[in-house]
């Protein structure tokens, strides 16, 4: 089993910064990505930022430019820094984390909280 415990949610004003870590730990083994999603009040989930053993990284159209995704490989640890934030990037922030080879199974942690107040 994989635990994923994310750290660093809170309260921040528009324009500010935050940076969220997220550390997996247990039988972890062939890691393929970790990555951030988020879950706002009434909405569905949606993928932030994802980045690959390789370093490749994907994000969402409305964080490019503002969110930086990086990974410590040899910790199992992702980060998302947050720059520029925005009301609209309160939600509940969930981190992922995929592992596996010829089966990919994805653990979530769960989840720590975003509020942007205007």
């Known amino acids: 089993q994989v635990q994923v415990v994310e750290s660093g949610g809170g309260l921040v004003q528009a324009g500010g910064s935050l940076r969220l870590s997220c550390a997996a730990s247990g039988s972890i083994f062939s890691i393929k990505a970790m990555g951030w999603h988020r879950q706002a009040p009434g909405k569905q989930r949606e993928m932030v930022a994802t980045?690959?053993?390789?370093?490749?990284?994907t994000y969402a159209d409305s964080v490019k430019g503002r969110f930086t995704i990086s990974r410590d490989n040899a910790k199992n640890t992702v980060y998302l820094q947050m720059n520029s934030l925005k009301p609209e990037d309160t939600a509940v922030y969930y981190c992922n984390v995929d592992q596996g080879s010829q089966y990919v199974f994805r653990y979530w942690g769960q989840g720590t909280p975003v509020t942007v107040s205007s």
């Open positions: 980045i690959t053993s390789s370093g490749i990284t």
